[in-house]
């Protein structure tokens, strides 16, 4: 088992990071809050966890232990796997995702793309037990999130290398398209889409 990964940041792109570690770069899955932490040439160490299959070797990385350890417990629940879980951690910080299942918040859970009604309610009944109580450490609240998604798609912009300048400038850009609940990774995608056409 690899628990973390410390290396240098050789790539960020939409989905993932290279951390050169000894000469070898090692790609790991990491959501869209957890990418716009990474700087280019920058040191990183990220809490890491590997999923085997049949045909791939799959190495996920995360802002925090706590992040992790929300990764690897909902994978436990039916019917979600890898993709799915990084998926909820995207939309859902450790800490609201706590809230949400001991709340038995079905229509926060369905904010995630992929998790529907009864995926939701299967998710609150399987782990409900076993979530454990908000931590509040360094999580995202439900509050916060609307404003946080500027800063978190800015620093994915400078990330990969855009000023300072343009990153601000292409938030403001696609803020219209944010709405009540802003995903993350859709409007730095959009934001980069902007940037390229400039």
Known sequence: MIAHVRGTVADVSLTSA???????????????????????????????????????????????????????????????????????????????????????????????????????????????DRIGAPTGIGGRTAAPVVDAWRSQVADGLVGLGWSAREADRAVDEVAPQAGPSPDVAVLLRAALQMLRKA
């Open 18 to 128: 290279v951390l050169e570690v000894g000469g070898v770069g090692l790609e790991l899955m990491c959501t869209p809050g957890t990418l716009a932490t990474l700087r280019l040439g920058a040191t990183a160490t990220l809490p890491t966890s590997l999923v085997v299959r049949e045909d791939s070797l799959t190495l996920f990385g995360f802002l925090d232990d706590d992040e992790k350890v929300c990764f690897e417990l909902v994978q436990t629940a039916s019917g979600v796997g890898p993709k799915l879980a990084q998926a909820i951690l995207a939309v859902l910080g450790p800490d609201e995702l706590r809230v949400a299942i001991a709340g038995e918040d079905v229509k926060t859970l369905t904010r995630v793309p992929g998790i529907g009604q009864k995926g939701a309610q299967r998710i609150i009944l399987e782990l409900k």
